[in-house]
């Protein structure tokens, strides 16, 4: 009887909880959405940044370790860009919007750089081996 009596009462006291909180919690989706839109945004566009970077690092070994790591480093430059260009888009503190900045000029140049390499040094992509 004790076991019952202490369910129920638990049961109402957990109700009584959730009500209370929910009391504070916005009243509808579109509040929720209002609060959160632009950190939502940023967050989405983070996760999606994240997975286009991983993709493109996750190559097949060619076995030349100069064009494994020139192609896995394009990649991960290129989710840096990515990645600074959410902070200037969502952020709002200078010294990070300042940083994404930077990080835009020195990820572009090297990005450039692993480009040009990759363009001189790749063989997979010779037309004289497709005939």
């Known amino acids: 009887m004790f076991s019952m009596s202490y369910r129920v009462v638990s049961c109402i006291a957990g109700v009584l909880l959730s009500t ?3 009391a504070d919690a916005p009243a509808s989706h579109d509040a929720h959405a209002a609060q959160g839109g632009e950190a939502d945004q ?7 940044a994240n997975q286009r970077m991983h ?4 190559i097949n070994s ?6 494994d790591f020139a192609r896995g480093m394009l990649a991960h430059h290129r989710g840096a860009v990515d990645m600074a260009r959410i902070e200037l888009e969502h952020g709002h503190d ?3 919007r300042t940083l994404a900045r930077e990080v835009i000029d020195a990820q572009q140049k090297e990005i450039e750089l692993l480009e040009r390499w990759i363009a001189r040094h790749d063989d997979s992509h010779d037309p004289r081996k497709d005939r």
Do not use: I, P, T
């Open 20 to 22: 209370a909180a929910l």
């Open 42 to 48: 940023a967050a989405q566009a983070f996760s999606e």
């Open 94 to 96: 200078e010294q990070m």
């Open 55 to 58: 993709h493109g690092m996750a």
């Open 62 to 67: 060619s076995g030349n370790v100069d064009m």
